[in-house]
């Protein structure tokens, strides 16, 4: 097996070193009746490289890549163009096989590039402060929530109808056992968002209210009256952000007041893997960096009197406050942060906004076109890559023929929001710097053919 | 004859006491070089993309156009290849040398892995898109899953935590809706001394009171203690096996008895399943829940920190209350249960736990990584990691202290204390001269049940010859920390950094780059 | 005035019904640079016993607990900027909180001076 460097020599002479006369001596405390006397059956066994790796591609041929076909899908995941010199970097041997930088005279790289990280996010989201990464946007929102439980000592929080439908249900489920309450409904076909019933649901148990800027149907929507409604009830605003390029055009939610931002960082550098790894991204006001959960990289001095980093305010996380921590997260998404700080770094914010209003005018065309298409209304005012169509059909069959025709047609409502026949006609279409006005005309057509 | 001249010297001088070496003007060192933050380096200006002009069309942004200066720089593709190139020279790495940090299994990450992630029907598949489309990718998740349940013996296999953490949150989540769901919610969940830090702090997040169980002398949980303490308000146990502090737990199958007997549930933490893959199966010592971290026993890399993946293996008893989503065969294909499907298949799901499925790109690494070995393959790594340790452990038990070393063979990691140093002299000097060695140094201070732990996994892909170094060097700060050497307290000498000020940075935390000009108004 | 101890390594001056509470000086070295404290708010109330504040260094977060009953009357907010004074001058400067007495009774199990140097010279 080519992972296995020992040699049969290597194995006698190093059984000779420890007076054993054979490994499975070394096995000896494990009871009888739980040793296996040989290999477990029914598995195969090792295969070569060239084997394995005419497997993998066997299996990876049976699936329509989001580069073999017109793509519009976005729902919290974004396909866009990552510069090749990003994935050639993260595959540095001392990136890839390093580890969390607790030893930090000889992680100085991994060091910086989380400072640089936290605050390209922090920059990007408005925020003072943010942390090395958490999991993914699903996560660190369910996290932010608790932080607010902690900070407010209250119990109710209020989830936007605009917040992701795979977001609230991870609320939902950690809620069962933080018993926290939250409020949240399916989203209404409106052009404006909720803010105004989020405003009025406000009271003095709300914790936090959760919105996400742009919303599941792509609704743009100034986030200040939120802010100001939840603060003067001593609520926090937590803003969750699943598009990040979307924040090279829009107004940062953090500039907007909220306390906690929130976002999926996958949009850069990371790619859509088909759901993972992803990149939490966390951020939030100086007066509550104690509480926030994750990692944070510090700037520090070395005894020569060099500027350093070294990860600091451990006290909070796990490994050393263990029940009373403010997270139980150990690893972060290292290599995905690196991955989106070469990105950002390649993109400086002049390549971020031009990455932007390129996303935003590629997206206006095609809903300008899309909506001349017989049967389909486009439900937004306000956008900026991702906006909602109402057909004249249930969308989720029609995303399904679409797909058997080759056409990679959008998110439908439907499988988004099971639960809510009503809105079961809708669907969200994402536009990013990949699509071509060749892609554009390909959906038009095939959407008119089945919508006739 | 042609007298062609060399015209240099060839040979050097040897290097005497006075040719101390001088300062440099950039305080770079030849290869050694120093790296400013991107910040001091780069411009709002500068930018290493370049894309089509962006469609000329009326904004629909709604009035929220953002028109700050951001404070993103910028670089130019070349200085963005050496400014991350440079960095990545500062760090230590598993392709650089041997990684002995005990719990982490720090072993090779194969390239293969790499490839086949970035498969394009792989890496650009979007998470949401028809199930029609992924059937390859869902085939990959399942064969996975197969693996993993024949491998450790159990029922069933939750795939979408992210994380070890994150796993046994979702094995606690579990165990606690199968107890609501029998009427008989309890509040309290055992964990070992000397468990990892992650094991209380997901109990207490779910809302658990935690209570330690004492270790014995011999560095296994106390059964006696454990059996006292059992009773209708104690939910679960947590039990590392092998454990933290690199022994085998042989108590195990009378533990999970005893517990399923007073109608609670068995968590195992698999971060150490490296020792027993293919030699154990934890179905047969009870277990109920148990997550597997793909980034150590699986080979997916570290990435300085992450991402992980912890795939949960649960026994019968807590299948039925699984997250979402999951795949399952249907037919001919796969299917992914996701929340409208559940009802059907799965009404008693504790929940989703996170957006999307899971790790996908660390399920095809894995993967990768399983099929390579086959079967035959992971029972030699469980062989050679063992193998491996006590080679180690029996090589260094004569000069540092093991103090378990007389009780018997350790798994697939050795445990020294700090007894028997000089005066003055600690766990955190040997570990800084590892550095100066050209080692990461090994876990430090961790398991808390040994005073100043060292704990030391070598892996299984560790070749004897770089055992011996290891040995060579480990021996060598041992001795002198015995010997009170005090050139050992400014270690690490050779580093990028010499030893950095820790308490500083918690004292004033900067977690974040201020232009000078700023922080100088800020004051 | 008087100074009590605990073998908790607290130290208690009282001065009529209000107790002024801090760490010991062989507490701060044991605990070594201290970076952040948590210190209680004006108007909470303790049982003797209950968690009063938390002493953190880089790598360990240490429960200080109430000596004594009482209620907090006034926190040190001179440690918010300046950690380091529990290093420094555990006992005076860098006190922690004081207390108005609920139970002048729970005075009597404390330890002095004398007692307290004996304690730690045993451990």
């Known amino acids: ?452 | 004859m042609t007298m062609l001249k060399e015209g240099r010297p060839t040979a050097p001088q040897a290097v005497t006491e006075a040719d101390a070496a001088p300062a440099t003007a950039t305080g770079n060192r030849a290869l050694m070089l120093e790296e400013a933050l991107i910040f001091e380096i780069g411009s709002t200006d500068t930018t290493g993309v370049d894309f089509a002009e962006a469609p000329k069309v009326a904004s629909r942004l709604g009035n929220l156009a953002r028109t700050d200066g951001i404070g993103l720089p910028g670089l130019s593709e070349q200085e963005t290849v050496r400014h991350y190139t440079r960095l990545s020279r500062q760090n230590y790495a598993i392709d650089l040398g041997l990684f002995p940090l005990g719990s982490c299994t720090m072993k090779h990450n194969p390239r293969l892995n790499e490839k086949v992630a970035r498969m394009p029907g792989f890496a650009d598949l979007h998470p949401l898109a028809p199930q029609s489309t992924v059937q390859g990718a869902l085939a990959v998740i399942h064969e996975l899953a197969e693996w993993l349940i024949k491998l450790t013996g159990m029922h069933s296999v939750a795939m979408s935590p992210k994380a070890g953490a994150h796993g046994e949150l979702c094995g606690l989540l579990a165990i606690r809706a199968a107890l609501e769901a029998r009427g008989d919610a309890r509040s309290v969940i055992l964990v070992p001394e000397s468990a990892h830090g992650t094991n209380p702090a997901t109990a207490a997040f779910c809302g658990y009171k935690v209570e330690d169980i004492p270790a014995t002398p011999d560095g296994r949980v106390d059964l006696e203690a454990l059996k006292a303490r059992l009773g209708p308000d104690v939910a679960a146990v947590m039990i590392t096996n092998p454990n933290t502090c690199g022994l085998f737990e042989r108590d195990m199958k009378t533990i999970s008895d005893a517990v399923h007997a007073a109608g609670a549930f068995v968590y195992c933490d698999g971060a150490n399943f490296n020792a027993i893959v293919g030699r154990v199966r934890p179905g047969d010592l009870g277990v109920d829940a148990m997550h597997i971290n793909l980034h150590k026993t699986f080979s997916t890399p570290h990435g300085g920190g992450g991402p992980g993946s912890g795939p949960v293996v649960l026994s019968e008893a807590l299948a039925p209350f699984a997250p979402l989503p999951f795949v399952e065969k249907q037919g001919d294909g796969f299917a992914l249960v996701e929340e409208e499907t559940a009802g059907e298949h799965h009404g008693r799901s504790f929940g989703r736990m996170v957006a999307f499925h899971g790790q996908m790109g660390m399920f095809t690494r894995a993967l990768t990584y399983i099929l390579s070995h086959g079967a035959d393959g992971l029972r030699q790594v469980a062989n050679d990691a063992v193998l491996n340790a006590n080679y180690i452990l029996r090589s260094l038990d004569d000069v540092l202290d093991a103090p378990f070393g007389a009780s018997g063979p350790c798994m697939h990691e050795a445990l020294f204390s700090d007894k028997g140093l000089a005066e003055g002299f600690t766990t955190l000097d040997i570990a800084k001269g590892l550095i100066d060695e050209g080692f990461h140094p090994m876990t430090m201070y961790f398991p808390l049940v040994v005073h100043g732990a060292m704990l030391v996994e070598p892996t299984e892909t560790e070749s004897k010859t770089a055992l011996d170094q290891f040995i060579l060097a480990l021996r060598s700060l041992a001795e002198r920390a015995k010997a009170g050497d005090e050139a050992l307290k400014g270690a690490p000498y050779f580093a990028p950094r010499r030893r950095l000020d820790e308490t500083l940075a918690a004292r004033k935390p900067v977690l974040t780059w201020t232009e000078p000009a700023l922080a100088e108004a800020a004051e | 005035m008087s100074r009590y101890f605990t073998d908790e390594h607290e130290w208690i001056d009282v001065e009529g019904e209000i107790a002024t509470v801090g760490i010991t000086d062989y507490a701060q070295e044991q605990l070594g640079d201290i970076v952040f404290v948590e210190l209680p708010a004006e108007g909470t109330t303790f049982e003797k016993g209950d968690d009063a504040a938390v002493v953190e260094s880089v790598k360990a977060a240490s429960d200080v607990y109430a000596p004594i009953s009482g209620e907090v009357v006034e926190a040190n907010s001179a440690l918010e900027d300046e950690p380091a004074l529990v290093n420094s001058d555990a006992e005076e400067d860098g006190w922690f909180f004081k207390l108005r007495i609920a139970d002048a009774s729970e005075l009597e199990g404390l330890m002095n001076e004398a007692a307290y140097k004996k304690f730690v010279a045993s451990l």
Request: charged share 20%; net charge negative.
């Open chain 1, 1 to 452: 097996m080519r992972y296995l460097p020992l040699t049969d020599t290597d194995r006698q002479e190093m059984l000779s070193v420890i007076g054993a006369a054979s490994v499975d001596d070394l096995f000896v405390d494990v009871p009888a009746q739980a040793r296996l006397s040989g290999q477990i059956a029914g598995l195969p066994d090792h295969a070569s490289e060239l084997a394995v790796e005419r497997h993998m591609a066997a299996l990876a041929r049976k699936n329509l890549s989001a580069g073999e076909a017109p793509f519009f899908l976005g729902a919290g995941a974004y396909r866009h163009h990552v510069p090749a010199s990003v994935d050639h970097l993260i595959q540095r041997g001392e990136f890839l096989t390093a580890y969390t930088p607790y030893q930090p005279e000889i992680a100085q790289g991994t060091l910086q590039v989380l400072f640089e990280f936290q605050t390209q996010v922090a920059r990007l989201l408005g925020c003072d402060v943010a942390n090395a990464s958490m999991y993914d946007g699903s996560t660190a929102c369910w996290e932010a929530i608790g932080m607010a439980r902690r900070i407010t000592k209250r119990g109710k929080a209020i989830l936007s109808s605009g917040l992701h439908p795979h977001y609230v249900s991870v609320a939902n489920t950690m809620a069962k056992f933080t018993g926290d309450a939250l409020v949240h409904e399916a989203p209404k076909l409106d052009a404006a968002t909720d803010i105004e019933a989020l405003i009025a649901g406000i009271d003095k148990d709300t914790s936090c209210v959760v919105v996400q800027y742009p919303d599941i149907l792509g609704r743009i929507a100034d986030l200040t009256p939120l802010a100001e409604a939840a603060h003067a009830a001593g609520a926090l605003l937590i803003a969750v952000v699943t598009e990040p390029v979307a924040l090279g055009a829009c107004r940062a939610p953090g500039h907007m007041g909220a306390d906690i931002v929130v976002g999926e960082g996958q949009s850069i550098g990371v790619g859509l893997q088909f759901g993972g790894p992803y990149l939490g991204l966390f951020a939030c006001k100086q007066k509550y960096v104690r509480q926030m959960p994750g990692r944070l990289c510090g700037e520090t001095v070395d005894a020569a009197g060099k500027r350093g980093f070294v990860l600091t305010l451990s006290t909070r996380e796990q490994h050393i406050r263990r029940e009373k921590a403010t997270s139980n997260i150990c690893t972060n998404s290292g290599l995905c942060a690196l991955a989106f700080s070469i990105h950002m770094t390649l993109l400086g914010e002049k390549g971020l906004r031009e990455l932007a209003m390129l996303n935003h005018g590629l997206a206006v065309q095609a809903a300008d076109r899309l909506r001349q298409v017989p049967g389909v209304t486009l439900l937004n005012d306000s956008f900026f890559n991702e906006f909602t169509l109402l057909l004249s059909k249930d969308a989720r069959e029609i995303v399904r023929t679409l797909a058997d025709k080759g056409v990679l047609g959008g998110v439908s409502l439907g499988r988004l929001f099971p639960d809510a026949p009503e809105i079961g006609h809708g669907l969200v279409v994402a536009v990013t710097e990949t699509v071509t006005p060749e892609d554009i005309e390909t959906f038009a057509k095939a959407l008119e053919e089945e919508l006739a």
